[in-house]
């Protein structure tokens, strides 16, 4: 059974969510990107940008969060008239929903823009984006050398450990070291979470 990019998309956008709650924003932004890379079609997307921002508001990259708040209100507006910007079918999404996200968006904007108003010298989002694409995503002090007991677990095996954890467990384990981070974020591993 292969996962749909819509599923996957969903999944990223979901886990961006819990790092966000978890205060993870690094790893929150680098999923959220990734389910907008996956799928620009689906109601999903906008939820994708909608934490896509809230990290860049997290990690005080400002500017970023701003404009990233306002293509989400604009991909909102395509979902209320009824028509995504592909040309693909309008998804069903009930009009009390987009209120709620639409006040959510609006809240974020609101949010940015006065940190922005107290913040005159905010790093330009180009300088700061390029400082987070350079970073690996874990914001441990993990140097390389895993634990040894680790590095003998196989990727199949540290999936089934990571069945078994609380979501929140799991999220917490990903910034610790380069092989629970692979292993935490398996879509295998949240797929079955969502099942």
């Not at 009930?94 to 823009?113: P, V, Y």
């Not at 634990?147 to 979501?167: G, I, R």
């Amino acid at each position: 059974h292969v996962m749909s990019t819509s599923t996957r998309a969903r999944l990223l956008s979901d886990r961006s969510a819990a790092y966000l709650e978890l205060g993870f924003a690094h790893n929150a932004l680098d999923d959220a990107k990734a389910s907008i890379s996956l799928d620009r079609t689906s109601s999903a997307h906008v939820l994708a940008y909608q934490r896509l921002g809230s990290a860049q508001l997290q990690l005080s990259l400002t500017s970023a969060a701003i404009e990233t708040f306002r293509i989400a209100l604009r991909q909102l507006e395509t979902l209320q008239v009824g028509a995504p910007a592909s040309g693909a079918p309008a998804p069903a999404v009930d009009t009390k929903q987009l209120a709620q996200w639409r006040e959510s968006l609006l809240n974020g904007l609101q949010a940015a823009r006065l940190r922005l108003g107290h913040s005159p010298t905010a790093t330009p989002p180009s300088e700061a984006e390029g400082a987070l694409e350079s970073e690996a995503g874990i914001r441990s002090a993990d140097s390389g050398a895993e634990s040894e007991l680790l590095a003998k677990l196989t990727d199949d095996l540290l999936h089934e450990v990571m069945l078994f954890l609380p979501a929140r467990s799991l999220a917490a384990c990903a910034p610790t070291c380069r092989a629970l981070a692979r292993a935490a974020r398996s879509p295998l591993v949240w797929r079955a979470r969502c099942e």
